[in-house]
């Protein structure tokens, strides 16, 4: 399909010092629990979203020496020239599709504990590293200083000689030394590095010159720096010296990558802030430098992106959970497919991998993370293996997304589901407070099922088990979901909690169904993830006073890994919802619940004219049981395949249910490889030193 002329200027090359990008899509870094330890997986990854059309694609942080060691987070390394052959392979998988590789070699000063190095952190003054920790980064000397610029320049050579066309100098995110040594409340040197604000600003320049005068006849030098901190006059601000950076380094790096700190600010879900949110700090950078601007704001529609161009806001439009979402977004564009763009849902699954140290993952993107270990792409998918027809039953995600993969398989696909709407739990979690993009996960496979011939949908279609064998399917997935407990069992309760067998306990589902329950009401959030934070503003918005109540020691603690715990707890406070922690409800009875406060061990009482119990789930496993109980029954309705998919296999997030309907529809008729036998990059066993000998 041809490129429509309205998107043309998305499309033009644009020069950054010595290279030049082929259009205006740019992979920024991004962090993908992968690192160092999987550098064939993550060569494959970034390779992905070059053939994808992104012109310039990005490492995450790359250290550049084992006194910024960021242990336990798996992030790049360049801390010597045996690092250089695992980044390479990126730099050629990115090359392969006509792309620029940048690389962001950076050191993380007093962000990281050094747990794996065992050096200790290094920073402009003497401070307790930034994360809770008992450690303390030590005060720079002037040949730490020096070293300091000897390791950056020696990372940017090897990078180069890793054949990447873009080396970044980063200061952002409150997470390298440059940053911090711009900080004044981190500063409080007295020398030529501190005090006033040209001394602060002094190593960052020095770096600049740095790694241009080392690679700059061949490699650009881009600046990744936070124009603006949002912690107000404490902080770097757009208005004040955020925009004294930009306007004294103006045209010394080839590229501006701007963004805003920290990483909960400048990756805020969804929920929090909508596309485009950065806008307000950094539309003003372009009006002080010649230099090319990339900024991000999650943006996904095309022509959002054109007026920020036109408009003189962006050189480049910047993704990095977009380009996660769909990396072949600017293609998608380019050929006029708009249709199928998988737009991202600002979910944050994706900061979680980090955060857990494992395989980026992406609840719009089921084959994100598995593209060498599985062999998944995004866009192509094996053809069918048999001319069985296909059965799903449910279609909430993962039935929406196995119809979706079977059907592009070329299986003829019958998606049964038993209510009128399509989407399952998303449908009904999308109109919970701030989750209205999550229904992008409904909407985008819908539309793509809506357009395949040999894709059936039928509504209002219940199913029994007499009905699933009468159907002549041979592949059935059976994807009917879970349901919230109302009994309290859950990670702190074994057993029913009593007085949960009251009609004034309501689960989740109620609320969402509609249902209200009387104030004053306590939820019981013993699931630890969004759900508990997000009824207690639904029961707030309708005007109840609302205690949450939860074991763990902060509301809401898994919401850590997707960067939205604190802003969770500031909207609580700010919404007068009370926070009860390192407690649990163990009674329910007329008025009031009983809860047990764990630290002094002592039991009190919560007025309460209802609770919310936000626990466990159960799957709804009976039509499934019921057929898997009937072997020679399954055999004689010509069925060869009966899974479980989704919730209903194991209750989860909405990320795992869409990576199971995925699954499904790929190992369809084909070989399927135990997990124990996939392959994984092992390290190589050198022979035994033994040092005392």
């Not at 300091?148 to 940017?156: K, L, N, S, T, V």
């Not at 857990?356 to 053809?383: K, S």
């Not at 306590?522 to 939860?550: I, K, N, P, Q």
Request: proline letters at 6%.
């Amino acid at each position: 399909m041809a490129r429509d002329p309205r998107y043309d200027i998305l499309f033009e090359p644009v020069r950054i010092g010595p290279v030049t990008a082929r259009n205006r899509f740019y992979q920024v870094p991004h962090c993908n629990g992968m690192g160092w330890t999987q550098p064939q997986a993550l060569a494959e990854l970034r390779g992905v979203k070059a053939e994808g059309g992104w012109a310039v694609v990005s490492t995450e942080e790359v250290e550049i020496h084992p006194t910024g060691d960021c242990e336990p987070f798996h992030e790049g390394r360049l801390w010597s020239d045996a690092d250089v052959p695992a980044l390479a392979l990126m730099a050629e998988a990115v090359h392969a599709h006509n792309s620029l590789a940048a690389v962001e070699i950076m050191h993380h000063g007093a962000s990281s504990a050094n747990w794996s190095s065992r050096e200790m952190p290094l920073a402009p003054s003497h401070r307790p590293i930034i994360y809770y920790a008992p450690v303390q980064a030590r005060r720079m000397d002037k040949s730490d200083i020096a070293d300091f610029r000897r390791w950056h320049r020696e990372a940017a050579l090897r990078a180069k000689k890793a054949d990447f066309d873009v080396i970044y100098v980063y200061a952002s995110h409150d997470l390298s030394l440059p940053m911090h040594f711009l900080q004044a409340r981190k500063n409080d040197r007295i020398d030529e590095y501190g005090g006033n604000f040209e001394n602060r600003v002094r190593l960052l320049r020095e770096v600049l010159e740095d790694t241009r005068e080392a690679v700059g006849d061949r490699c650009a030098v881009a600046l990744r720096f936070a124009v603006d901190e949002m912690i107000g006059a404490d902080g770097i601000t757009s208005d004040g010296e955020g925009r004294d950076v930009v306007e004294r380094l103006a045209e010394l790096p080839d590229l501006w990558d701007v963004n805003v700190s920290t990483w909960s600010n400048d990756s805020a879900t969804s929920r929090f802030q909508k596309e485009g949110y950065q806008e307000d700090f950094t539309r003003w950078v372009k009006s002080v430098t010649t230099k090319p601007v990339v900024g991000v704001g999650r943006y996904t529609s095309p022509d959002r992106m054109v007026s920020l161009v036109k408009s003189g806001v962006l050189d480049f439009i910047g993704a990095a959970r977009p380009s996660i979402a769909d990396p072949f977004l600017p293609k998608k564009i380019e050929e006029g497919r708009f249709d199928e763009i998988r737009e991202c849902i600002g979910c944050n699954m994706c900061v979680s991998s980090d955060y857990t140290n494992t395989n980026l993952r992406c609840t719009q993107n089921p084959t994100m993370g598995e593209e060498w270990r599985r062999g998944w792409h995004p866009e192509r998918i094996a053809p069918k293996g048999s001319d069985h027809t296909v059965l799903v039953v449910g279609a909430g995600p993962a039935g929406l997304e196995a119809a979706l993969a079977a059907g592009r398989r070329g299986y003829e696909v019958h998606l049964a589901e038993a209510g009128t709407e399509l989407g399952g739990r998303v449908s009904r979690e999308a109109r919970l407070p701030g989750l209205s993009e999550w229904g992008r996960v409904r909407d985008w496979r819908v539309t793509q099922l809506s357009v395949m011939p040999n894709v059936h949908i039928y509504r209002d279609s219940p199913l029994t088990a007499e009905d699933v064998l009468a159907f002549g399917a041979g592949h059935v997935a059976i994807a009917t979901g879970a349901e919230w407990r109302r009994d309290g069992v859950g990670r702190d309760h074994g057993a029913p909690i009593p007085g949960f067998d009251d009609p004034r306990v309501f689960t989740p589902d109620d609320l969402m169904n509609g249902k209200r329950p009387e104030g004053p009401v306590v939820v019981f959030d013993d699931d630890h993830y969004y759900m508990g934070g997000v009824l207690a503003e639904l029961c707030r918005s309708w005007g109840l006073e609302v205690t949450l109540v939860t074991p763990a020691n902060i509301p809401s603690a898994w919401t850590v890994n997707t960067l939205e715990q604190g802003h969770i707890a500031k909207r609580l406070a700010r919404q007068g919802i009370a926070v009860v922690t390192s407690a649990t409800v163990t009674s329910f009875g007329t008025d009031s619940v009983e809860i047990l406060d764990y630290l002094p061990g002592t039991t009190r009482r919560l007025k309460a004219g209802g609770i919310v119990t936000v626990t466990a789930r159960l799957p709804r496993e009976g039509l499934y049981e019921e057929l898997a109980a009937a072997p020679e029954k399954l055999e004689e309705a010509g069925i060869s395949t009966l899974r479980r998919i989704g919730d209903v296999y194991a209750p989860s997030t909405i990320q795992a249910a869409t990576y199971w309907g995925h699954r499904f529809a790929r190992e369809l008729d084909a070989e399927v490889v135990a997990a124990e036998d996939l392959p994984r990059e092992l390290p190589q066993a050198a022979p035994l030193r033994r040092h005392w000998a």
